[in-house]
């Protein structure tokens, strides 16, 4: 009798430990995802027009782009874009999977291009698979 006691609570510990590694991997995704989107910083259109002139020199692509070490580069999001997103993540962090899902597939049909479509389609698999 004390042997089957035993096996049932050491079987009880194992499966709760299994359930709390499980929660912990799917609300780090969701943490990560929100620092991720956080970092952003829209794209605003700017309303004033510039002109600028210079000395066309040898074509060199890299000279568009600087290099700062550590720093990842800027993606340009627009502030419509980057708003849909964060109300689908809201919604998914609250628990309301069913409007999140809803959200970001309105979000992955009108922004196709989007350099988030990657993150809202882990998201929806995400949701999908944790249910």
């Known amino acids: 009798m004390k042997r089957f006691i035993i096996i ?6 194992a499966i709760s430990i299994s359930y709390a590694e499980e929660r912990k ?6 943490a990560k ?4 989107i956080e970092s952003i910083t829209p794209k605003k259109k700017s309303t004033v027009t510039t002109a600028v002139g210079g000395v066309r020199g040898a074509q060199e692509s890299s000279a568009n782009t600087l290099y700062w070490k550590d720093k990842e580069i800027d993606e340009e999001i627009g502030t419509d874009e980057l708003n849909k997103f964060k109300s689908a993540l809201e919604c998914a962090m609250n628990g309301d ?5 809803k959200i970001f597939d309105e979000f992955m049909a009108q922004y196709p291009q989007s350099p988030l479509r990657e993150d809202a389609v882990k998201a929806v698999e995400n949701m999908r698979t944790g249910e």
């Open 8 to 13: 049932c609570l050491v079987s009880f510990m």
């Open 25 to 30: 991997d799917q609300e780090g995704f969701w």
């Open 33 to 36: 995802l929100r620092s991720k």
């Open 97 to 101: 999977t069913d409007e999140s899902l």
